[in-house]
């Protein structure tokens, strides 16, 4: 029996929905948290390092909730999860405007990080891509991320301007409200768990008899959480974007304190941001072309390596021009990593299992996420005021991390017939 390729296949659906919800999700603060560190700093009356684990609160809970989060993926898909996130982070973020503690403020980043969706890789919403594409996941997961590009960089204007204009409260009042109209219903009405609840394949592949998978699928193993814990890639690549989250958290948290203090004016590190996320843009997109040609790994250690130059960069030459030039090469480097850390857990360990696996590794790579801002804000305040030792040691972190990505080949499954012949 014979089936036709439909016209137009519904994973370009979920890939829109996905892009969508990745651009609203930067009105949460995650990529342009360092805009608000001063202004909260002084109407809270907190430090810049106290400020710090505003983020890490945030991360922990994410951390903590990702393994149920990643079975519910597998079991409910995001058209439940992603409407559920997005109430709890629009009342969050909400609530967070009409406090005035910082313990409160605190505990409300905590409840925001036990559905978060803003951070790239999330289980929330990198889940469905894996499971509706397969030959052409590199290209699918580099229209999301673009996702974030876009959202990072036009929240970054519109907040750096609300912000200077009414208030960082203000700023966070209007994405609320902007991710409760947009999350809530689109979700619901389009997205879908995975190709076979609508009777289709990956990629839109068609079956070509009524007992034969397409060859896509056939080709990819399928590993189960208990056999992905026993390879030593799975913690290398852990481990590695562990330490890489450290350094890119810690950097772009405090980098528009550190150009303040170098008599940057604000505006000009504003369209920093922006920047960022033009380079993130551009490398999100040639990375998820090249991802489905090149070895993930080593596309992975060259964004690494880009990253870390970036940070040196902007250490060594604190000037006007290195505010725009340093955060697009850290956009270069961002945009490659994050598509290679969405794809490459589906092409070692299969798309099966893949919110049980992503349950697992992300706690670990949110750690680092969630260590490095206050971290480096310690470290400021040890060098008197001085972000220049932390800044450094986030450069240097990018050497293991390169090593370790490099290293980080695909597993292979011992067979066991194959084993008790070698025997």
Do not use: C
């Not at 296949?9 to 892009?19: D, K, L, N, S, T």
């Not at 958290?249 to 405090?254: D, K």
């Not at 203090?261 to 843009?281: K, Q, R, T, W, Y």
């Not at 994050?338 to 099966?352: E, F, K, L, P």
């Amino acid at each position: 029996m014979r089936t036709t390729n439909p016209r137009f296949f519904y994973g370009w659906v979920i890939v829109g929905v996905v892009f969508l919800s990745n651009i609203v999700a930067n009105g949460g603060g995650q990529f342009t948290f360092g805009l608000f560190v001063l202004p909260m700093a002084a109407d809270l009356g907190v430090s810049r390092a106290t400020i710090g684990w505003l983020p890490m609160a945030r991360l922990v809970a994410t951390a903590v909730s990702s393994v149920p989060l990643g079975r519910a993926a597998d079991r409910f898909g995001a058209r439940v999860l992603l409407p559920v996130a997005a109430v709890v982070m629009a009342l969050a973020l909400f609530a967070v405007t009409r406090a005035n503690s910082f313990v409160v403020v605190l505990a409300l980043f905590a409840v925001m990080g036990l559905a978060d969706f803003s951070a790239p890789g999330n289980v929330i919403t990198a889940v469905p891509i894996t499971k509706w594409f397969v030959r052409k996941r590199g290209r699918a997961t580099a229209i999301i991320t673009m996702g974030f590009a876009v959202g990072g960089g036009s929240f970054a204007l519109l907040q750096q301007a609300l912000i200077a204009s009414v208030g960082w409260r203000a700023a966070l009042a209007i994405a609320a409200l902007i991710i409760a109209v947009v999350l809530i219903p689109i979700p619901l009405l389009f997205m879908r768990r995975q190709p076979e609840d609508m009777g289709l394949l990956p990629d839109g592949a068609r079956v070509r008899h009524r007992d034969e998978s397409p060859e896509p699928v056939a080709q990819e193993e399928q590993w189960t959480l208990a056999e992905a814990v026993r390879t030593p890639t799975l913690w290398k690549i852990a481990l590695a974007y562990l330490l890489s989250n450290f350094a890119v958290s810690g950097f772009l948290v405090h980098r528009a304190g550190f150009w303040e203090e170098s008599g940057i004016p604000s505006g000009l590190i504003g369209a920093g941001f922006a920047v960022d996320s033009v380079g993130f843009a551009i490398s999100a997109m040639a990375g998820g072309l090249l991802v489905e040609r090149i070895p993930a790994r080593l596309l992975a250690a060259g964004a690494a390596t880009t990253q870390g130059l970036a940070i040196a960069l902007a250490i060594v030459w604190v000037s006007q021009p290195a505010v725009i030039i340093a955060p697009f090469l850290f956009g270069l480097g961002g945009g490659t990593l994050v598509v290679v850390q969405t794809v490459i857990w589906a092409d070692y360990y299969g798309r099966r299992f893949q919110g049980s696996i992503r349950g697992l590794v992300v706690p670990m790579m949110l750690l680092g996420f969630g260590l490095g801002p206050p971290s480096i804000g310690l470290m400021y305040d040890a060098a008197g005021g001085n972000y220049l030792v932390g800044f450094w040691f986030a450069a240097a972190l990018m050497v293991p991390v390169t090593a370790l990505l490099l290293s980080a080949k695909p597993p292979r499954r011992v067979r066991p017939g194959v084993a008790e012949r070698a025997g």
